[in-house]
């Protein structure tokens, strides 16, 4: 294991030989159920091919049963092209009936951000929370989270830029600029990562791109500092009761250690530009 500084952070990287040791042991004598159960909520009638994806990596990483719910236009999609999954429509069958079975839940790839995607999720958030059920959350359903974020604040979206910031200033309502901005701009941000301890299960892992991660902070994350983008990743090392994959051209995982923060931070350095595609 080697260790790297981004940004200021120190992340321990893990290589091929450290990730071997995380794999368990499979039971020879197991059967599907064994292997655990996975409920996908996933895809739309635009977006079909983000079920199937989420679906056969569930597979290939072991899982027993993979259960999808996807838009009614991309189940017969989801069936062709991964013929083993349980596949059901959320817009006929609500999911609280596989919640409830489900030992780890995927919530989000292709979803969109219509009306009916926003009640699956709140549902889904709502048991998950309730039921501490192990949670991943990526891509639409991080932009849903994220607009459920604002709306817990009561307020808009506020977009971190110099701009924007001497505009408010000169109509007296700044909200980080003035002489304390880089102690409002973490309570901001301290406050963001608050509501989302409260909406999620603890242990739960969000895996949002560059723009998922502006859109969670409330900030556009490429205007800060790199003094503030350390700060800020400590915060959520610190307060956040989550883990935060942050895929870049390079993996960030944050979280896991709140007592020790040199455990706190680890980059998966095996991607490359090929792999900047959708999907």
């Not at 910031?165 to 102690?183: C, L, P, S």
């Amino acid at each position: 294991m080697t260790i790297e500084n981004i940004d200021g952070v120190l992340y321990k990287s893990y290589e091929l030989e450290d990730a071997r040791h995380l794999l368990y042991k499979r039971n020879p004598d197991g059967d599907k159920f064994t292997f655990g159960r996975i409920l996908i909520v996933a895809g739309s009638d635009e977006y079909s091919g983000a079920p199937a994806l989420a679906a056969k990596a569930a597979y290939r990483s072991g899982a027993g049963l993979v259960v999808v719910y996807t838009g009614d236009e991309a189940v017969s999609v989801v069936r062709t092209l991964v013929p083993e999954a349980v596949v059901k429509s959320y817009v006929k069958h609500s999911c609280l009936e596989e919640l409830k079975k489900a030992d780890a839940v995927v919530l989000g790839p292709g979803l969109s951000r219509d009306i009916t995607a926003k009640k699956v999720v709140d549902e889904c958030l709502k048991y998950c929370r309730a039921n501490n059920k192990k949670l991943i959350i990526d891509a639409d359903g991080l932009n849903i989270v994220s607009e459920l974020l604002t709306e817990a604040e009561n307020g808009e979206h506020i977009v971190f830029t110099e701009k924007k910031a001497k505009r408010d200033i000169e109509e007296e309502r700044g909200f980080f600029y003035d002489k304390n901005i880089h102690e409002k701009l973490l309570n901001y941000v301290s406050s963001r990562i608050k509501h989302l301890n409260e909406m999620i299960p603890k242990g739960t892992v969000i895996t949002p791109h560059a723009a998922e991660f502006s859109r969670l902070l409330g900030i556009d994350s490429r205007k800060l500092s790199l003094s503030d983008k350390k700060v800020i990743k400590e915060l959520f090392a610190k307060e956040g009761e989550f883990i935060l994959v942050i895929k870049l051209h390079r993996t960030l995982v944050i979280g896991g250690d709140k007592e020790n923060l040199e455990e706190a931070f680890y980059i998966n350095s095996s991607g490359n530009d090929g792999m900047a595609t959708g999907g």
